[in-house]
């Protein structure tokens, strides 16, 4: 069922996606520019680490553009009020604009194993850092604004519950389970970086588990394959969340069109 008149969430939602598309088109030109078109697809298959690497960090560019486009197509779904009218805030723009230039730094640094740990630590503490600004600044008057629209007679419980499922996975408790999980892979993958002995115990271990692989490029593959262990954290986990939220959503669009709900203790 449509919700309330939207005031101001609509150009925000406008601006996010142009923001997401615009940084991702950026970052997968420089991405095809500067890897992917060196590699010869036949030999994926004799795990070369530099074309492992490519297609884990073409996968994470593009997982990233999706979710997050979900992410701002479900909250422009529920959120009603802007107090700021839809304005462009700095923070937003510096966060953006931050996020893209550390990825294009990864992109130049994919070749230097100990810059291109350093860069992900960097990237991560600063995707850290922006979803903090969500929860913490940029997000909570506008759900505090659309709640109370929510609230406002008629109340729209229905719309209530919604707004409650997306905020859970915009900014709820779940989130810090997962950043601090990528942030201990990211804190592997810099002391594997730079400390040898680290790298060689690692490859011993994984000899043991693909001896297939010729033990020189076990070890030359432990970057990536902590990188791809990075994005299958980020990207699986986040996902399962994002479907989790669509299910529910549409579950609700369902009871709404055939039930009315109000709150307990009330006639």
């Not at 304005?87 to 130049?108: C, T």
């Not at 630590?121 to 909570?140: E, K, M, N, Q």
């Not at 115990?201 to 990188?227: F, H, T």
Request: aromatic residues 12%.
């Amino acid at each position: 069922m449509g919700r309330r008149d939207r005031d101001g969430i609509s150009r925000i939602e406008k601006l996010a996606n142009w923001f997401i598309w615009v940084v991702t088109a950026v970052i997968a030109l420089v991405f095809a520019g500067l890897t992917l078109k060196d590699i010869p697809f036949a030999a994926i298959s004799d795990a070369n680490p530099a074309y492992v690497q490519a297609i884990v960090l073409s996968i994470y560019v593009w997982c990233w553009a999706v979710g997050t486009t979900f992410d701002t197509s479900i909250q422009g779904s529920v959120y009603l009020v802007d107090p700021h009218g839809g304005r462009l805030r700095a923070g937003s723009v510096i966060a953006v604009l931050s996020l893209a230039a550390i990825s294009i730094v990864l992109l130049l640094f994919r070749s230097d194993e100990p810059r291109f740990a350093l860069a992900l630590l960097v990237f991560t503490s600063l995707d850290i850092t922006t979803w903090l600004y969500l929860r913490f600044a940029f997000l909570p008057p506008i759900i505090k604004a659309s709640r109370e629209k929510y609230a406002a007679a008629p109340p729209d419980y229905y719309g209530q519950i919604q707004l409650d499922v997306v905020v859970s996975q915009i900014i709820g408790n779940w989130k810090w389970w997962r950043e601090g999980a990528l942030f201990v892979i990211v804190m592997l993958i810099v002391v594997v970086a730079l400390s040898p002995r680290v790298k060689d115990a690692l490859a011993g271990a994984l000899y043991v588990l693909i001896p297939a692989v010729e033990p020189s490029k076990v070890r030359a593959l432990i970057p990536d394959l902590l990188l791809l262990l990075f994005v299958l954290v980020s990207e699986v986990w986040h996902f399962a969340v994002r479907l989790q939220t669509m299910l529910t959503l549409k579950l609700l669009d369902k009871l709404e069109d055939r039930f009315s709900i109000r709150p307990r203790g009330q006639g």
